[in-house]
């Protein structure tokens, strides 16, 4: 009996973390970004809601990425970046293998993190793909930038894998390649999900390149947070924004590209090709996007980055992580009814007042983008100097945390 209920246990999780894990992706071709640097952005949607950044440096590369706080060792990564200047990501995909019983392996983290330690460029993934054992067990969509300009998207399965060339004007005309939860390669239909977050960040991204506007912190600010919903044409900030501060109001809150199960929001900033690899930036909202704050990661400094982004013992998850989350209560107070979550207080996260936690972290926020533009331009020129990096790491660690105890009495 107790063998038979650790089954349908198992069996129930299983079937939880596949339906959770609805993450919304991108891989951006440095030809049509503002700077000329390729983008890999990564909204993550999972169970998993606490998360951190964690550093690596046991294997053929260092590397640092998004991992869950309660995964000490780091046995899986979900984005991450490497010192060749590598990054990878994914999204699970849910119609690539329909009728298929071979069985998924659920492994994609450990595949993230192995490609990390292991490989330099876009090819040498590739190469690796040509080469695992068939069936892999996995399924999703994976996309990879490098330090020669490569971005691409491959769509992988149990038997084998696409490819998506975000340089390649035949596949991406606009020069991204861009899914939800499903695969261009597999068949449409209910089994899959992220069909209307998909239209709603290709509208956006449209603009972007039509504007000369890719950049991360577009990314960030605008789409990650972003509450346009495609199907029925709303934007939740302009539907509210005339309502004053302290006036509960709610709406129903599905389908736009931040979800209630979204962890974190991350965007690797990549290099042109030629330039130092060490100039790649990881930019990441850890926590809920919509109650955390952007901060940017550089591998040059080791496990020198901000203490905010790390696991803390005693939280038991990163403290701008446990932040975002203590806050994002406020957005969903609700305590009764089996789709009580379907519902967001939109009055405490933006008001005609500009007291919402969004408008008081985005101020913030916007110092914090504009220094570190300031720096990086300076390093591009004079070099990345350890020691400054390290300096400036402790400013945003400190700006942070002032920034929370400020706005919304939080120590972190």
């Known amino acids: 009996m107790k063998k038979i209920l650790f089954i349908l246990l198992f069996l129930v999780a299983i079937f939880h973390a596949k339906q959770s894990n609805s993450c919304t992706i991108a ?15 990564k909204n993550r949607d999972t169970w998993a809601l606490k998360n951190q950044i964690k550093y690596f440096d046991t294997a053929k590369y260092k590397y640092m990425g998004l991992v869950n706080s309660g995964d000490s060792l780091g046995k899986s990564l979900w984005i991450g970046m490497n010192e060749k200047g590598f990054a990878i990501m994914n999204s699970n995909s849910y119609n690539l293998t329909i009728g298929d019983t071979t069985g998924h392996s659920g492994l994609e983290g450990h595949l993230i993190k192995y490609a990390l330690e292991n490989f330099a460029t876009v090819q040498e993934f590739q190469n690796y793909l040509d080469q695992l054992p068939k069936p892999t067990g996995l399924e999703g969509n994976f996309g ?20 998506f060339d975000a340089n390649d004007p035949k596949i991406a005309p606009f020069g991204y390649v861009l899914r939800g939860n499903y695969s261009f390669s597999g068949p449409y239909g209910e089994e899959s999900s992220g069909y209307i977050r998909y239209n709603t960040v290709n509208e956006l991204f449209y603009q972007a390149a039509a504007t000369n506007n890719f950049t991360a912190q ?19 900030y302009e539907q509210y924004a005339n309502v004053p501060e302290n006036n509960p109001t709610y709406t129903f809150f599905q389908d736009f590209i931040p979800r209630k199960s979204s962890a974190s929001a991350c965007v690797v900033q990549g290099v042109q090709k030629g330039e130092n690899p060490e100039f790649a930036i990881l930019w990441t909202a850890v926590g809920f996007p919509l109650t955390s704050m952007v901060v940017p990661t550089w591998l040059k400094a080791e496990n020198d980055f901000p203490e905010i982004l790390k696991a803390n013992l005693k939280l038991k998850d990163s403290p701008i992580c446990n932040a975002a989350l203590t806050l994002k209560a406020q957005l969903f107070p609700i305590r009764w009814g089996k789709f009580a979550s379907d519902y967001i207080n939109i009055n405490a996260l933006t008001n005609a007042d500009k007291t919402g936690i969004r408008q008081k972290i985005q101020v913030d926020e916007m110092l914090i983008f504009s220094e570190t533009y300031k720096k990086i331009d300076l390093w591009r020129k004079n070099g990345l100097k350890k020691e400054e990096l390290k300096e400036f790491n402790r400013w945003l660690n400190s700006f942070v945390k002032d920034s ?7 120590d972190i």
């Open 404 to 410: 929370y105890k400020k706005n919304f009495n939080l």
């Open 27 to 41: 891989v951006i071709s440095g030809k049509y970004t503002k700077d000329g640097r390729p983008l890999l952005w």
């Open 218 to 236: 577009f990314i960030m600010q605008n789409v990650t947070r972003g509450l346009k919903h495609s199907l029925v044409k709303t934007d939740l």
């Open 144 to 163: 990879v930038i490098d330090g020669q300009g490569g971005a691409v998207l491959f769509e992988l399965g149990f038997n084998s894998y696409e490819k």
